[in-house]
């Protein structure tokens, strides 16, 4: 089974802090992702990334960077934690897409609940 | 831009009590739609992928069906272990990565 592992669970911090939130995956995917998780709102994708040291921006980018500099690790991070930032945060990562894999389902991990005070 | 409406936003229901989950979507060039659950604290978990409209998927007591404009999720005599939150996600083409856009979830109550 894909296995998505987010660091940490819960995480608390103050405004204007750097936040580092990691995400490890153990299936050699290509694509990773990070969405924020709110309560009205739905998923949100963030960033995205397709390759080693490639990202995307998402849809709502405004506040983080991401980093990747290996394949199975993707690093989201605020780099000034604000009040609205604080949110679920899910990682996801998905194979890349070729005829074996097509559109094939994102795993996720099971979250970082992060509140920012 | 793509978009996708699940309703309704919650669903109680008696155990045994089958009804339907509604996902209206609009996307340029559908790639795929997926159905997740989420249980309450943990991500959302894969259930199925529909390609083509008339498409049917099976699973226990869910069943998925997929129109042009829209997916149900059928569920047949449910039991409470089927409470969850269910997500829709729809996919369209873009780079290699595949940019998936959810809805909102329909957050499924089943009382014994």
């Known amino acids: 089974d894909v296995k998505v592992t987010q660091s940490s669970r819960y995480l608390v911090k103050r405004t204007g802090e750097k936040v580092f939130l990691e995400c490890v995956q153990d299936m050699d995917h290509e694509n990773m992702f990070w969405y924020r998780q709110d309560p009205g709102l739905g998923l949100r994708l963030i960033y995205f990334s397709y390759d080693v040291k490639m990202k995307e921006k998402g849809d709502i980018p405004e506040g983080y960077s991401v980093s990747r500099e290996k394949k199975e690790r993707f690093s989201l991070i605020l780099e000034s934690a604000s009040t609205n930032q604080t949110s679920m945060y899910l990682c996801?990562?998905?194979?890349?897409?070729?005829?074996?894999?097509?559109?094939?389902?994102?795993?996720f991990g099971n979250g970082t609940r992060l509140t920012v005070t | 831009e793509d978009q996708v409406t699940q309703s309704p936003e919650a669903l109680r229901l008696q155990e045994g009590e089958s009804s339907s989950l509604n996902c209206s979507y609009t996307?340029?060039?559908?790639?795929?739609l997926f159905w997740y659950r989420q249980d309450p604290g943990k991500g959302p978990e894969f259930l199925f992928t529909l390609y083509s409209a008339g498409e049917e998927k099976e699973k226990e007591r869910l069943k998925a069906t997929l129109t042009k404009k829209e997916s149900f999720l059928h569920i047949t005599a449910p039991k409470p272990e089927d409470s969850a939150t269910y997500l829709c996600a729809v996919q369209a083409p873009h780079t290699n990565a595949g940019k998936s856009t959810f809805g909102d979830g329909t957050t499924l109550t089943v009382k014994p």
């Open positions: 996801a990562s998905r194979p890349l897409r070729t005829e074996s894999s097509y559109n094939s389902p994102l795993h």
């Open positions: 996307v340029s060039g559908l790639r795929g």
